[in-house]
């Protein structure tokens, strides 16, 4: 792949040269997040077995309304990013199109970590408003039990 590759797409130190005015504010006193990380459902399509939450309470999952007005609320602190992960499967959230649309209307750029298996139900225009979409590798242990 053309460039460097690892100091592109991965947590490297060397990132932080590309943003010094954020280490600027932090040093200033004035730093402000610049991603938030939202779990919009704790429900999801497979129960794997070492999930970290599989002990978490499965009904739990944002209101539409307040989930915007959480992200809204952060957006105005300065957030630039939402991903979506969590304690389930954010595919599997009814609301993700909604929850997507307004991320991308209000400037965000968004990020999802997902199972993979729910991503053939999910709208082609929510999918293409995401800068990236990360698969676990995990599914790949349910082949001989689920269509991938």
């Known amino acids: ?22 280490i600027e504010a932090l040093r200033d006193g004035h730093g402000a997040p610049q991603s938030l990380q939202v779990s919009p459902t704790n429900r999801c399509n497979l129960r ?23 992200i809204q609320i952060f957006r105005d602190l300065g957030v630039k990013t939402v991903e979506f992960s ?24 968004l990020g999802m970590i997902t199972n993979g298996l729910k991503l053939k139900d999910v709208p082609r225009r929510t999918l293409e408003a995401f800068t990236w979409i ?3 590798m995990v599914t790949l242990d349910y082949y001989e039990t689920l269509e991938l």
């Open 1 to 22: 792949m053309p460039g460097n590759f690892e100091q592109t797409y991965t947590s490297t130190g060397s990132k932080y040269a590309r943003h010094w005015p954020m």
């Open 48 to 70: 794997c077995v070492f999930c970290s939450v599989d002990n978490r309470d499965l009904n739990l999952e944002w209101k539409l309304d307040d989930l915007i007005q959480a």
């Open 86 to 109: 969590g304690g389930g499967d954010p595919t599997v959230y009814p609301h993700l199109p909604e929850i997507v649309e307004f991320c991308r209307v209000a400037g965000l750029q």
């Open 134 to 136: 990360r698969v676990s």
